[in-house]
């Protein structure tokens, strides 16, 4: 099993920026991909960026250029970096990681964190 605890959060400016943190405990060395999603009120869920083991990242277009993801494998650890940040950010803010068989090809866990609570305001 995996544990995952996120960190970072909290206010700040338009324009200022804010680096997220994820704690992974547990399995972490079996840990395949690691992401950052978030869900603002009254709005679904949304995918925003992952990372491979390898180093293989795939961001969400409407944060590309402003959001960077990464990881410390041997620290069982996360980032995300967000610069120029808006009101629109304004939401919580997840981690989530895959626990993946590549032998098999097999899924054999989905984890989620807390969340961490992001406001950009005035």
């Known amino acids: 099993q995996v544990q995952l605890v996120e960190s970072g959060g909290g206010w700040v400016q338009p324009g200022g920026s804010l680096r997220l943190s994820c704690q992974a405990s547990g399995s972490i060395f079996s840990i395949d991909a690691m992401g950052w999603y978030r869900q603002a009120p009254g709005k679904q869920r949304e995918f925003l960026a992952t990372?491979?083991?390898?180093?293989?990242?795939n961001i969400a277009d409407f944060v590309k250029g402003r959001f960077t993801i990464s990881r410390d494998n041997a620290k069982g650890a996360a980032y995300l970096e967000m610069n120029n940040l808006k009101p629109e950010d304004t939401a919580v803010y997840y981690c989530?990681?895959?626990?993946?068989?590549?032998?098999?090809?097999?899924?054999?866990?989905?984890?989620w964190g807390q969340g961490t609570q992001v406001t950009v305001s005035s």
């Open positions: 990372i491979t083991k390898g180093g293989s990242t």
């Open positions: 989530n990681a895959e626990e993946f068989d590549d032998d098999y090809a097999e899924l054999l866990g989905d984890y």
